[in-house]
């Protein structure tokens, strides 16, 4: 079982940044590949960002790439999201994901565990 906790979110403008955490307890957190989803409001959640177990591989939305950074310190068992440039758009609550195992899943049905989510909202 791993436990998942989100920090980090906000209110800001747009073009400002915020670093989201997602702080992990549990099961070892350097077998789990790591997951950033987002759901606004009457949306679907979506994906956002993925890093592997060691942090050699990540990927992004392609709405997201360029501004965003997803990283890991397994000393730490932490995981992270740096957003910058954020948009009215990047309007949500945020969730980390953790996946046991191989691969690395860019949906919601690869991840075995779920934070709470964070709200971040950016105004214009």
């Known amino acids: 079982q791993v436990q998942l906790v989100e920090s980090g979110g906000g209110l800001v403008q747009a073009g400002d940044s915020l670093r989201l955490s997602c702080a992990a307890s549990?099961?070892?957190?350097?077998?789990?590949?790591m997951g950033w989803f987002r759901q606004a409001p009457g949306k679907e959640r979506e994906f956002v960002a993925a890093i592997s177990w060691s942090g050699g591989s990540t990927y992004y939305a392609d709405s997201v790439k360029g501004r965003f950074t997803i990283s890991r310190d397994n000393a730490k068992n932490t995981a992270y999201l740096q957003m910058n440039s954020l948009k009215t758009e990047d309007t949500a609550v945020y969730f980390c994901?953790?996946?046991?195992?191989?691969?690395?899943?860019?949906?919601?049905?690869?991840?075995?565990?779920w934070g709470q989510g964070t709200q971040v909202t950016v105004s214009s």
């Open positions: 549990g099961r070892t957190f350097s077998w789990y590949a």
């Open positions: 994901a953790a996946k046991l195992g191989r691969g690395i899943p860019l949906v919601t049905s690869g991840y075995d565990y």
